[in-house]
Nanobody, 115 residues
Framework: QVQLVESGGGLVQSGGSLGLSCVAS????????MGWYRQAPGKQREFVAQ???????DYADSVKGRFTISRDNAKNAVYLQMNSLKPEDTAVYYC?????????WGQGTQVTVSS
């Protein structure tokens, strides 16, 4: 079992920045991918960004150029730096970890962007 704990959410004005952190309860060195998803009220959970064990990153088109994902295996952590935030980025953001045959979610952290 792996527990993922997110932090760093909050309220920010449009155009502002926030940084999210996700710390795992055990080593993420063997994780195939670590990622972030989000779910806005009344909408399905959607992919935001992911980073592979080799450092390859992938982003949703809606956040490309504004968000940056990174991971620190030594700290069992993955980060999401969010810049140029828009009201449509408002959602609960969830950390995700994919190991071979195992998938885990964090409890989520709220990000609210005011216009």
């Amino acid at each position: 079992q792996v527990q993922l704990v997110e932090s760093g959410g909050g309220l920010v004005q449009s155009g502002g920045s926030l940084g999210l952190s996700c710390v795992a309860s055990r080593s993420i060195f063997s994780a195939n991918a670590m990622g972030w998803y989000r779910q806005a009220p009344g909408k399905q959970r959607e992919f935001v960004a992911q980073i592979s064990s080799g450092g390859t990153t992938d982003y949703a088109d809606s956040v490309k150029g504004r968000f940056t994902i990174s991971r620190d295996n030594a700290k069992n952590a993955v980060y999401l730096q969010m810049n140029s935030l828009k009201p449509e980025d408002t959602a609960v953001y969830y950390c995700h970890a994919a190991f071979i045959g195992e998938f885990y979610w964090g409890q989520g952290t709220q990000v609210t962007v005011s216009s």
